[in-house]
């Protein structure tokens, strides 16, 4: 089934409340790992509605390290347009992001909720034959997510620093289904910050001053059997900012993440729908320092929970649930 969601990256950004940038993070806007498990570069079939869920959590390891978590909900339509031999499947995704605190004694912990900046985009998806589908997606976060002064303790400081500017995303997916019983797809994603000094709302906004972003990449890894209604595989996810420039007085100390994990992939279908659960460990990640100049250790465990609801299919009869829409079908993966 066809693919992207949306994105989400759970991050604090340390920032001075007198506007000067201390020790800036931020993360691509759009979450790696939120494609893994879907048939991204291949067409649905024809008409259907198709409601996913993704539902992610994560810690990294060093001591009192926040639990990261999100919803990542999204609703595709497969259209009976073309546009240059492709099929245009609309998206549009309202994610939102949770995080509990694990701080020392004697601080306070909190647990915060924040919506992230929703996603409206366009795919074109091509069957080109002998299983094999690639797509492309444009579409862009719009900032009308959370944008006040939510914070951990850091005196107003905005929980996603990300979220501050529209991104223009760009996703380029391929996928291999064989007679249907494959799902081996590669998702590329390049996040463009279209506003690099934005500002969050607010009086807190404006003492903060502008907010460094980075432009990001992002690739989601799948390789997956299927036996019967049962699938199972490994799969792999990355992400990495871009180059920022450093003559700004903006981005003097802006720091720059990434990270590689790998893991492993189970589902099934239930007919009117399917589970997919998968973790993955981070293999390799980007150190950053503290607001006391220490050395920050990064990886994480992380654990991906998703639902797959179809919602409308044509020939269903009225009142009666949408026949099941499996993710690729097989007389739809043949050319």
């Known amino acids: ?28 806007a759009t979450r790696a790992g939120e494609q893994v498990g879907l048939t991204a570069g291949y067409p649905l079939p024809t008409g259907v509605v ?5 539902v992610t959590v994560g810690r990294a ?8 978590m999100g919803t990542i909900p999204f609703l595709v339509w497969a ?36 919506r992230y900046n929703p996603l409206l985009a366009g795919v074109l998806a091509w069957n080109l034959g002998n299983g094999i589908g690639v797509s492309y997606l444009l579409g862009a976060y719009l900032p009308f997510g959370d944008r006040g ?43 463009l910050t279209l506003d690099p000094r934005a500002r969050f709302g607010g009086p807190v906004g404006q003492a903060l001053g502008p907010i460094g972003q980075a432009d990001g990449l992002g690739l989601d890894l799948t390789l997956v059997k299927k036996f019967g209604k049962f699938e199972i595989g490994p799969v792999a996810y990355g992400s990495l ?6 003559g700004d007085p903006l981005y003097r100390d802006y720091q720059r993440t990434g990270q590689f994990a790998v893991g492993g992939l189970v589902g099934y279908n239930f007919d009117r729908f399917i589970l997919q659960a998968y973790v993955a460990r981070d293999i390799v990640a980007r150190q950053t320092r503290t607001r006391a100049g220490q050395v920050q250790d990064n ?12 919602l409308y299919a044509p020939g269903a009869g009225q009142g009666s649930a949408p026949q099941p829409t499996p993710l690729v079908a097989r007389n739809e993966a043949r050319p």
């Open 1 to 28: 089934m066809q693919k992207s969601g949306v994105a989400l990256r759970v991050v604090t950004a340390c920032l001075s409340i007198a506007g000067s940038a201390a020790t800036v993070e931020a993360a691509p």
């Open 50 to 54: 198709i409601a996913v869920d993704t």
């Open 61 to 68: 390891d060093r001591p009192n390290a926040p639990d990261a």
């Open 79 to 114: 259209s009976p347009y073309k546009l240059f031999g492709a099929q245009i499947q609309p998206v549009v995704s309202f994610p939102v992001a949770f995080i509990s605190t694990r701080n020392p004694a004697p601080l306070p912990n909190r647990d915060l909720s924040v």
């Open 149 to 191: 002064s939510l914070g951990l303790g850091f005196a107003g400081t905005p929980l996603l620093p990300q979220a501050a500017s529209a991104t223009l995303r760009q996703t380029f997916a391929a996928t291999y289904v064989g007679d249907g019983s494959y799902n081996i797809t590669a998702s590329l994603s390049y996040g």
């Open 241 to 246: 900012d871009l180059a920022v420039d450093r």
């Open 299 to 310: 990886e994480e465990t992380r654990g991906w929970f998703r639902l797959v609801l179809p």
